[in-house]
């Protein structure tokens, strides 16, 4: 059984950074997709960026730029810098591994989530 645990959220001004990061535990050696996606109250989940095994990143248009996806495949962690954050960023991060390609993976694990708070 995996099992992933986030930590980094917390609040912050708009402007500023948050550091994400999410570690894995268990066996994941069929796992070759990691993400991460948000959810504010009242909205759906929403996909925020995506990582492969080889280090192809995917990231939603609301995201580019400012936010930026990376792993650690020794550690089994993936992170997310979130720079320039908005008071729309704000929400519950969830981090994800699966399975599939790039643009068209399937969830398999989710982690509890780690909530980001972004101040006017």
């Known amino acids: 059984q995996v099992q992933l645990v986030e930590s980094g959220g917390g609040l912050v001004q708009a402007g500023g950074s948050l550091r994400l990061s999410c570690a894995a535990s268990?066996?994941?050696?069929?796992?070759?997709?990691m993400g991460w996606f948000r959810q504010s109250p009242g909205k759906k989940r929403e996909f925020v960026a995506a990582?492969?095994?080889?280090?192809?990143?995917n990231y939603a248009d609301s995201v580019k730029v400012r936010f930026t996806i990376s792993r650690d495949n020794t550690n089994n962690t993936v992170n997310l810098q979130m720079n320039s954050l908005k008071v729309e960023d704000t929400a519950v991060y969830y981090c994800?591994?699966?399975?599939?390609?790039?643009?068209?993976?399937?969830?398999?694990?989710w982690g509890q989530g780690t909530q980001v708070t972004v101040s006017s």
């Open positions: 990582i492969t095994r080889d280090g192809s990143t």
């Open positions: 994800s591994w699966g399975v599939g390609v790039l643009r068209a993976w399937r969830n398999i694990y």
């Open positions: 268990g066996s994941i050696v069929s796992i070759n997709v």
